[in-house]
């Protein structure tokens, strides 16, 4: 399951009805920074997005959305047990509450007058309405409040991505220059607006025309109803509140024992979730998605206890699965102990694994890639250091995107060359994924080489072998200082590989068992029996004399039968 979606039913839903208002939001306030370029093209992109959000579908889509979002947000407050909260949680949650209320006059003065008058309400009927007045600093504040609400709640979600960590400053600039087009929009048209109604009488008439500007008795009809939204808006807020205040006078007066493992033991009431009583007690407990499931840094090993939790839902079993966590292990988030339970937190509070439980290792079929430069010995004799890093660099910078671009990783560079896996689903496509990375390195070495020629050096050799096996990835090492390694005997056979690609004159030798997982058709092949140093029986493997030339292989019909 894509980290992107982990998470229960609830959670999901979340995000997706979180997603739809944050959309809709940032072309709100596109539309009205639109105003700066022109009042027209800010009416025409107006017209185009109320085709869509004002018609039946987009209407029920977007006040959906927001019926439902506020609705699991509010539930989520009146079910919880205690409301201690992190700075994050206290500004969604205080924000969240900010936007309804606040947020209650304006659909009624646009949407509400729209649909009831026949309003046209465009930006800049907008801005005329409260501009110069104490409602236009409110709409301001909650332009902001809106929007950083909308921030951190994606920021939440997209966290745990490589894409979002990696490009974090850029993406918080642009998030400051959003709001800020929006209020620079709002500015121009507040005193686009103030001057039609404020200028000559013909200049007035053809504004309130323009925008069919309701009159004195619809203005009454709108300040009730608006007034009327505002107290049912209260009233809910009010109901949340009293579910609270319910659940704490009837929450059961039992008390449970819950053991941490280097760590106290504390007692609590049953029913909320243990990174809730982690956190009520003041215990440290790793948890980066914020307790939403989506992430696996709250997991404990359960020790004693396990057989009075209500089994894992689907979505639990999934993130857990995702991480080869053992039998043993849940998401503190999402198990709720109901007698004394003890627990062992997988995660330290500066987000490093303990060894007992981290070091254990997983296993798996993956396909491994090695990869070295041939000559680099003779080639930089007598360089300068920084020259023989320089060419180093140049050389992975070229090659090394072939390998990500294919889904594999670099597990470790080796001086001139460099030891790659691909983790995918299963052994066919992790099979599949180095044949694409072994050809793609070959065309990006041409290049290389070409611009090598080109600035008058010698062209770059090398030699790839690529091996699918079992493998296990574990962690080893001293405490705090032991990086992910790869062990097993396919790592070993796939080294071997690569140094017989020079007693062979070839770029790249793949084994029959790593073709055979990615379907290809390997009986019209010529392959080599290799007695392998260090390897129990021979292994044949398929001689390449010019990786860029796979084109051909790598397009074979894809045969899953033979997947291993």
Request: hydrophobic residues 45%; glycine residues 10%.
């Amino acid at each position: 399951m894509n980290a992107l979606w982990r998470g229960s039913r609830t959670t999901q839903l979340r995000i997706i009805t979180g997603l739809i208002l944050f959309i809709y939001v940032l072309l709100h306030f596109f539309n009205i920074g639109l105003f700066i370029v022109s009042p027209e093209i800010a009416d025409s992109f107006q017209l185009a997005r109320k085709w869509v959000i004002r018609s039946w579908p987009g209407t029920i889509l977007l006040y959906g959305a927001l019926l439902v979002h506020a609705g699991l947000a509010l539930g989520k407050v009146a079910y919880k047990m205690r409301l201690r909260l992190s700075l994050v949680d206290v500004t969604q949650v205080g924000f969240g509450i900010l936007i309804p209320l606040m947020l209650a006059t304006h659909i009624v003065f646009t949407r509400g007058s729209a649909a009831q008058f026949e309003t046209n309400d465009t930006v800049a009927y907008l801005a005329g309405l409260i501009w110069k007045t104490g409602d236009g600093w409110q709409q301001a504040f909650l332009l902001l409040v809106t929007w950083i609400h909308g921030c951190i709640g994606l920021h939440m979600w997209l966290r745990l991505t490589d894409v979002w960590r990696n490009n974090i400053a850029t993406l918080l600039a642009i998030a400051v220059l959003i709001p800020a087009f929006a209020l620079s929009g709002f500015a121009t048209a507040g005193r686009y607006a103030h001057a039609q109604l404020n200028g000559p009488e013909d200049t007035q008439l053809d504004f309130l025309d323009d925008t069919n500007w309701p009159g004195p008795p619809e203005f009454d009809v709108l300040i009730i109803q608006s007034t009327w939204l505002m107290y049912l808006v209260i009233a809910l807020l009010g109901v949340v509140v009293a579910l609270y205040c319910f659940r704490q006078i009837t929450r059961p007066k039992r008390r449970l024992k819950i053991t941490y493992v280097d760590g106290p033991t504390i007692s609590c009431a049953p029913g909320p979730t243990l990174l809730d009583i982690s956190r009520e007690a003041g215990v440290p407990h790793t948890s980066l998605c914020g307790g939403k499931g989506r992430c696996t840094t709250c997991r404990v090993i359960v020790e004693s206890g396990g057989e009075f939790l209500t089994p894992p839902l689907d979505a639990e079993i999934a993130a857990l699965r995702s991480v080869g966590a053992p039998p043993t292990a849940r998401l503190a988030c999402q198990m709720r102990p109901t007698e004394a339970t003890t627990v062992y937190r997988m995660f330290q509070p500066d987000g490093r694994t303990k060894r007992d439980h981290a070091v254990q290792g997983k296993e798996a079929q993956f396909a491994i890639l090695f990869l070295d430069m041939r000559g680099f010995t003779a080639r930089t004799t007598g360089q300068l250091p920084y020259d023989v890093v320089f060419l180093l660099n140049r050389f992975f910078d070229a090659i090394v995107p072939a390998i990500n671009n294919a889904g594999g990783t670099v597990d470790k560079y080796l001086g001139d060359g460099l030891l790659a896996v691909f983790e995918t689903k299963d052994a066919h496509s992790s099979a599949r994924a180095g044949l694409k990375a072994a050809k793609d390195i070959g065309l990006a070495l041409e290049h290389f080489n070409q611009r090598l020629e080109i600035e008058g050096s010698e062209a770059v050799k090398i030699g790839l072998g690529l091996h699918l096996g079992t493998l296990v990835l574990g962690e080893i090492g001293a405490q705090g200082q032991a990086p992910r390694t790869l062990i097993g005997d396919t790592v070993n056979t796939a080294s071997r590989l690569e140094s017989e690609t020079k007693a062979l004159g070839v770029e790249g030798l793949f084994s029959k068992p790593l073709l055979d997982a990615a379907g290809v058709s390997t009986d019209a092949l010529d392959f080599a029996t290799l007695e392998l140093r260090g390897v129990a029986a021979p292994l044949p493997a398929l001689p390449v004399p010019k990786l860029s030339a796979l084109h051909d292989l790598f397009e074979a019909p894809s045969d899953t039968s033979k997947s291993a």
